[in-house]
């Protein structure tokens, strides 16, 4: 299985860094809109991929932008999630990722892939690298086990995480993907 990750485009939360990080459910600003709409002509999806997307308003309009037809799934395992891990760190307001109540309100027509969980009430921000470890692996099992190609439409801390995890070694910052940036990991 090949899994590409995509890092969601320019966030409202950055229009004035660091001073708005404190800002609830940041969307994409035009910027970032333009980026993913360039973005999209190197991304060739089709319905048998899988699209699993972290629950933030920037990450889903990220993902409406590239697959519009709605094929798409929220997982929590793919949420922000801070590099390098501190448990210690305090989250940041716009890392907050939308409830599943919220979603199913908000987006009725995408799934949401929670694989028996209770990952829901628990972020994966805070999370310690043991049990992240377990709950990515099982995830990556499931996506092992789909048709198609596998994109994972997160943030940076996460995407160098689950890199990481699947045997990337000395990942800093500066591995960053950076606004709509993608980057593919073969046969995982």
Known sequence: MDITFIRHGHG???????????????GLTELGKRQVIAL???VNL???DTIL???TKRTIETARLLEPKGNLMFSPLVG???????????PLVCDQTYSKEELSHQYTYIR???????????????????RFELLAEQLLEWCRKQ??????????????????????KGLTKSDF???????????V
């Not at 993907?177 to 046969?187: C, F």
Request: negative net charge.
């Open 46 to 48: 089709s319905p048998e």
């Open 112 to 130: 949401m892939l929670d694989l028996g969980l209770d990952c829901w009430k628990e972020s994966i921000n805070q999370m310690d690298a043991h």
């Open 177 to 187: 993907l950076g606004e709509a940036g993608q980057y593919t990991i073969r046969n």
């Open 12 to 26: 409202e939360h950055l229009l004035d860094y660091p001073n708005q990080l404190n800002y609830l459910h940041p």
């Open 147 to 168: 048709r198609g190609y596998t994109f994972v439409i997160s943030h940076d801390g996460t995407i160098s995480n689950y890199r990481m995890l699947l045997g990337e």
């Open 40 to 42: 999209r002509k190197q």
């Open 53 to 55: 997307v972290s629950p």
């Open 80 to 90: 922000p999630r801070m590099f390098p891990q501190n448990p210690e760190f305090v």
